[in-house]
């Protein structure tokens, strides 16, 4: 009768523990990694808009003798003053402001009206027209610009506020139709079944009950249109080509660029003025605009 021998169990040494010093800096070490980087990245992202600032401070041959120098030897407070009066950015500002508050508010309504249907409704040919929009997000603004500028000629609108208006605001704007249509696709039914029930109709339900639910995404594609409207720059030069005194901000820009020499620091200060308002604005609604967003890629 034969015996097997056994052998004895390997036991795998105990790690050692580690010290309250080592246990610390396991756990911090990645949140300050984190922090450095990130602070890192914060840097480089806001040091454009700093120096603009500094230079909208500086001499024209300051900003070019200072090099990465901040903090100017002399505070030229005359280049606001320079931009806002001699260049004429008071009238941009007002022009600017028109223009991009009408085209959201167009913008607005009709990217609810449309993603309003597309994601409540189910009918024939809701795919093909969703197919359609998307194939619009690849052809280039600048392949439809003599479309829209033979359109504003026959309808008397080339030179004018409005024209540009409608040409802002006439464009596809996919992203803000997907953003509504898939915020009001998640909405419960009963909603709309209600009204019904009360007597309500197709508008009023939409303006009285759906639109003021989707005031987060309101703020996002509102935010966003802001954004493109102004710093619009290809429609406005076209429509305010010969008529100056209809320039928007960025159009604007021009005044300070002549034929010998370029008016860097007043640039610079009409820089500063042209992005405080967009600054302003995102500050204020970046909350709506995070849960604008968040509602969408959820649905």
Known sequence: MSTTATRPTEVAPAPRPRTPFARRVAQRAPWWIAVLFLTGVGVLWVYPFVWMVSA???????????????????????????????AGFGRYMVNTVIVTVATVAIVVVRCALCGYVLGRYSFRGSKVIIGVLIATLFVPTGYTIIPVVKLSMELGLLNSLAGMILALAG?????????????????????????????????????????????????????????????AFFLPLVFSFSRPELRTLSVGMQAFVGENATDWSGMA??????????????????????????????S
């Open 269 to 298: 200060a009409a820089g500063v003025i042209s992005i405080l308002p967009i600054v302003a604005l995102f500050l204020f609604l970046q909350r709506f605009f995070v849960e604008g967003i968040a509602g969408a890629v959820k």
């Open 56 to 86: 909208s401070l500086k001499s024209s041959m300051e900003v070019f003798t200072a090099g990465l120098q901040l903090v100017p030897d002399v505070f030229a407070w005359e280049n606001y003053a320079r931009a806002w009066t001699d």
């Open 171 to 231: 464009a596809s704007n996919v992203s803000a139709i997907l953003i509504y249509a898939g915020y009001f696709r998640q909405l419960p039914k009963e909603l709309e079944e209600a009204a019904v029930v009360d007597g309500a109709g197709f508008l009023r339900v939409f303006f009285q009950i759906m639109l003021p639910l989707s005031m987060p995404v309101t703020a996002t594609v509102g935010l966003l249109t802001f954004l493109f409207t102004w710093n």
